[in-house]
């Protein structure tokens, strides 16, 4: 699906239904569901939330190419360098099958 939002156009293959649907172009983002991020110890974390639950509630993660935004008990994301690509994963072992932008 094509997606229109804040001026840019994405392509997803996840549901975003907060997003307004618009014909094929060539996108500005591409977001797409991918499968948990298994091994967090090969990412180098520069902002870490506490294990007590405490704030802050975003762990941000600098890996090869890209930035994880983890989110406590949710839904994590990849970021690429170049912000053209945006990986959704689920943290509990299932692939992302909707995420919410916004």
């Avoid at 996108?27 to 090969?42: E, F, K, N, W, Y």
């Avoid at 190419?65 to 994963?89: M, N």
């Amino acid at each position: 699906m094509h997606y229109r939002a804040y001026g840019v156009t994405v392509a997803s293959d996840v549901p975003l239904p907060e997003l307004e649907t618009i014909e094929p172009r060539p996108p500005d983002l591409v977001v797409v569901g991918g499968p948990d991020v298994a091994d967090r110890s090969a990412w180098r974390w520069v902002a870490r939330r506490p294990d007590d639950g405490a704030a802050p509630w975003l762990s941000v993660g600098v890996g090869d190419g890209a930035r994880l935004l983890a989110f406590g008990g949710g839904i994590d994301f990849t970021v690429s360098d170049d912000l053209a690509t945006i990986v959704c994963h689920r943290n509990d072992g299932i692939a992302a099958r909707r995420c919410v932008i916004c």
